[in-house]
């Protein structure tokens, strides 16, 4: 069943939810937590000032893959699970000739051609998908995904990485590193985490999809989302996506941690407090929009 945020009413008066009791059979752990992560997108769109936008370009679309077979769509974020996600929807819309997500290449899976995009629809199709079809995302605490990104595009030593160290790493390294060695400099290996980061604080982080916030990617105040999934829920909430489409049992891929967690407080510490406070700001809307907060990285919150 597809429930629309449309048709979940909060009460004021009795502070809660109320979304039919059907919507919980079968999956009412799931729901449950949906009915937290939908009214907090919900104050926090109207805390925020970020509701009422402009009817949206349909090139504003491209990071919604699309499977018309089960009336899904799929608002994809790097670093959030999207390399699974991406090979369960070839599956699902029949792109790939097998029927084992985890037997589908990271880099065929992230093709520019694997999934339709909804910006690849009429303005009038796209609109009708977004009105009828089951809309989800998955999010991240902010601050784990921007590290997952850091070390995956400029500490690991992959082919498709060089594209990051020679587009962003060489500038980075001449611009914020004093007497940079002429080999770093060729390279644009060896970027620190801080040098990163004073980057992203002094110039934007929406120069490349893979840092840049989910409230710019996935427009979360202004599309009507079904479902609000979190990394940290993965599994529970990927077959409750599955189950309200009645997808075909499909086992979702389960990818080793790299303890990204575990080492947010080793490269965090290399930051000031000035520095962790400026670059929150630039991802405050995705705090308060998810319910993540800073507690576990500095034992208080920013107001």
């Known amino acids: 069943m597809s429930i629309k945020r449309s048709n979940l009413k909060w009460s004021p008066i009795l502070a809660l939810v109320i979304i039919p009791l059907a919507a919980l059979e079968g999956s009412r752990y799931p729901w449950l937590d949906q009915i937290a992560r939908q009214e907090q997108l919900l104050v926090g769109c109207d805390n925020m000032g970020l509701r009422y936008k402009k ?3 349909i090139d504003k679309l491209n990071h919604i893959l699309v499977d018309h077979n089960h009336k899904l769509l799929y608002c994809y974020v790097p670093k959030v699970a999207c390399t699974n996600w991406k090979r369960v929807l070839m599956v699902l819309t029949g792109d790939s000739d097998t029927k ?3 037997q589908i290449s990271a880099n065929v899976a992230h093709m520019d051609n694997s999934t339709l995009k909804l910006s690849q629809l009429t303005q009038a199709e796209a609109d009708s998908c977004l009105r009828d079809y ?3 995302l998955v999010v991240r ?5 921007l590290l997952s990104a850091y070390r995956n595009k400029f500490l690991d030593n992959t082919p498709t990485n060089k594209y990051f160290k020679y587009r962003y790493g060489k500038y980075i390294i001449q611009k914020y ?4 060695a002429p080999e770093d400099l060729e390279s644009g290996a060896n970027v620190t985490f801080r040098e990163f980061i004073r980057y992203l604080i002094k110039e934007g982080v929406l120069s490349n999809e893979h840092w840049a ?3 710019e990617l996935c427009l979360p105040c202004t ?3 079904t479902f609000v999934s979190h990394y940290e829920t993965i599994l529970d909430d990927a077959a409750t996506i599955l189950n309200m489409v009645n997808a075909p049992s499909v086992s979702f891929p389960v990818t080793r941690s790299k303890r990204t967690k575990d080492n947010l407080r080793f490269y965090f510490q290399q930051l000031s407090i ?3 406070e400026a670059l929150y700001r630039l991802y405050e809307a995705d705090f308060k929009l998810f319910g993540y907060g800073l507690e576990d990285l500095l034992g208080y919150d920013l107001a």
């Open 55 to 57: 009817k949206l370009a």
């Open 177 to 180: 590193r004093k007497n940079p």
């Open 141 to 145: 605490h902010p601050f784990e995904r």
């Open 100 to 102: 084992h997500p985890v």
């Open 223 to 225: 599309l009507n989302y």
């Open 134 to 136: 089951t809309l989800f």
């Open 213 to 215: 916030p989910v409230y």
């Open 274 to 276: 000035y520095e962790i």
